[in-house]
């Protein structure tokens, strides 16, 4: 019985605090109750009453015109016929008790609605549309809101169409209160619809053919906000301005033409970028690894619009630079020649040398590589929005299979066609589809040290269902195709290795492939994950959102590298919580395998990502 007592009183509290954090409800000068009215209603009157007094005249006035505030606040809902009663308790000490007591009565219903467009307006596709998606109709209890709510609309949706000269002919609701009926009139004429003049910009650096090249309409054509939305990030995508804005001169109408003056500021002539981080259980001691990466961006060179982006990145086994140069060619963002310069070490796979003693393998360390790659990319976006490009890259990359030293040269041609389908633009995408699809070709005859086709083609889909539900999945097919006698000669950076957040989680990163056997230098037996002439991995991956802003996540990973002698398929499986933050979702998953490969025991990673799947 205590503990029932506790809860009670403890109840009571909360109450009564909830009821003190509510100012509407009452202050040192009045209390005010009002009983009768649905919930819709009594936030109507509330809102209609305004704050309650903070004096003795106050609260006489409040009273007064309680009466008068609360009719206003019913009849903008439909309700005419109300009774109002007020009852006023005048204690010698505290606050005054206004009690309120509301007969709605029955509501006022809309009989007809008559809404009508005249002008240029009236075969304006997006018009149309707009009224097919009122949901307003006869037999509706009339609220003035959503009256003035659509009235409002019409004229908002009017002017970012381009009609300026629009009004209302008619606009009002007969109300005939005998039949507690309502109708609705609204006659618009929307005049011509203006056109978007010449587009000038003010405050850049920039030849003017570049800028011309980003607007993305033709001269003349009719007005929008949507199209000067659209000019205004192809401008902020170029990274070149800090500052934009896009200002409609409707003062310098001429004609039907409205000219545009485009406002910018240049960006800082360079950014630097510092970033820290740790990779673990990644080494060969599975210990762990710090990283620092440095960002070099230059957003604008000179006036032709080059930039360039520059990358240092160190670690102890995995250092890395790239720097890539940007030539705008037809189009700013849409046709561009990229120059690009690297010089990185990687490691891949596992090696490991047998232990009698244990009868086991002991992991000694991973296939390192030292690679120089120099590259000229073109990257153009076709009209269906196909990213199309086509690319002669020169690779020099050192390594040592098997205790013996490579040194292959490749001039690799290759070419890529891909595409993204996004159902919206948040970071966080309901839907979405991207395919790709790539081809490099690699020959003797142009000083490459073997000859190779490498294929692949890359799928993620993104559905979500009834909101909450969400599933991500992925498919990843690659393949080289060259002699068997060859396979050394193909360095690791152009072999195929599965593992890793964005592969097989539950692996590490590129550590799952075909292995070879050998006796090393010292007379051991030893064994290599070289990686595999083919790659086949796939995920399905259910998601389930607790708030908009948090969802926990399952998934399954398949697959593996392989090669025509060494198919061996691995399975992961895990789940996590992902957070939707202000920059993007950041997700931490479990991931298990479910498999002891030869080379690898069975498993288990931590992987923080960040960044939207498609």
């Not at 309680?66 to 005419?80: F, K, Q, V």
Request: glycine share 8%; proline share 5%.
């Amino acid at each position: 019985m205590n503990s029932f007592l506790r809860i009670i009183m403890l109840a009571f509290l909360l109450v009564s605090i909830m009821l003190v954090s509510l100012p509407a409800l009452a202050n040192d000068y009045l209390k005010v109750s009002i009983t009768g009215a649905n919930s819709a209603l009594t936030r109507n009157i509330n809102a209609h009453l305004g704050e309650l007094p903070n004096s003795n005249n106050q609260r006489r006035a409040f009273i007064f015109n309680a009466e008068d505030n609360i009719r206003s606040a019913l009849h903008s809902m439909g309700y005419y016929h109300a009774k109002v009663k007020q009852d006023i308790a005048r204690p010698d000490k505290g606050p005054w008790q206004l009690t309120l007591e509301i007969d709605p009565g029955d509501p006022t219903v809309i009989e007809w609605i008559d809404i009508q467009l005249r002008g240029e307006i009236l075969n304006d596709e997006f018009a149309n549309n707009w009224l097919n998606q009122l949901s307003i109709k006869p037999g509706d209890v009339l609220n003035h809101g959503t009256y003035e709510n659509i009235k409002s609309q019409l004229v908002t949706l009017a002017l970012a169409r381009g009609y300026f000269d629009g009004e209302y002919s008619q606009s009002n609701i007969v109300i005939n209160r005998d039949r507690k009926v309502a109708q609705i009139s609204l006659h618009y004429n929307s005049g011509i619809r203006y056109h978007i003049g010449a587009v000038s910009f003010e405050g850049h650096t920039l030849n003017d053919n570049i800028l011309e090249a980003l607007i993305p309409f033709e001269s003349q054509t009719a007005y929008s906000t949507a199209k000067l939305g659209e000019l205004n990030r192809e401008l902020l995508d170029t990274n070149y301005f800090s500052s934009i804005k896009v200002l409609p001169q409707l003062d310098k109408i001429n004609g039907v033409d409205v000219p545009v003056k485009v406002e910018l500021q240049n960006r800082p002539s360079h950014s630097l970028e510092l970033g820290l981080g740790a990779e673990i259980g990644n080494t060969s001691d599975d210990g762990i690894e710090p990283r620092v990466k440095v960002n070099l961006r230059t957003p604008q060179i000179n006036r032709y619009g080059h930039s360039q982006e520059s990358s240092i990145e160190w670690s102890p086994d995995r250092p890395k630079f790239l720097t890539t140069y940007t030539i705008p060619l037809t189009h700013p963002l849409d046709d561009q020649l990229k120059l690009r310069v690297g010089l990185l070490r990687d490691k891949y796979g596992v090696t490991q040398v047998y232990d009698p003693d244990k009868r086991d393998y002991t992991k000694t360390g991973e296939l390192e590589s030292t690679k120089g790659t120099l590259g000229v990319i073109r990257q153009q976006r076709l009209a269906s929005n196909w990213l199309w490009s086509y690319s002669l890259e020169a690779i020099n990359e050192s390594y040592t299979q098997s205790d013996t030293k490579y040194d292959p040269r490749f001039l690799l041609i290759g070419t890529s066609l891909s595409k993204t389908k996004r159902g919206d633009n948040t970071l966080d995408p309901k839907s979405g589809f991207f395919q790709q699809y790539s081809i490099e070709y690699a020959d003797p005859a142009v000083s490459s040290s073997v000859r190779l086709t490498r294929l692949a083609a890359n799928f993620k889909v993104v559905e979500t269902f009834f909101e909450k539900h969400r599933i991500v999945s992925r498919l990843d097919m690659a393949a080289n195709i060259v002699a068997e006698e060859d396979l050394p000669f193909v360095p690791p950076s152009l072999r195929y290795f599965a593992g890793g957040d964005q592969s097989i989680r539950g692996y590490s990163y590129q550590e799952l492939g075909p292995y070879i056997e050998y006796i090393n230098d010292e007379g051991q037996l030893a064994r290599e994950v070289v990686g595999g002439r083919y790659l086949l991995v796939g995920s399905l991956e259910y998601q389930y959102y607790l708030t908009p802003t948090w969802r926990v996540g399952t998934f399954i990973d398949a697959g593996n590298a392989f090669d025509v002698d060494q198919i061996e398929p691995i399975v992961s499986v895990g789940g996590g919580i992902h957070w939707i933050s202000p920059i993007g979702p950041i997700k931490l998953d479990l991931g298990v395998g479910l498999k002891e490969t030869d080379t690898v025991d069975r498993s288990w990673r931590i992987h923080v990502t960040m960044g939207a799947e498609i």
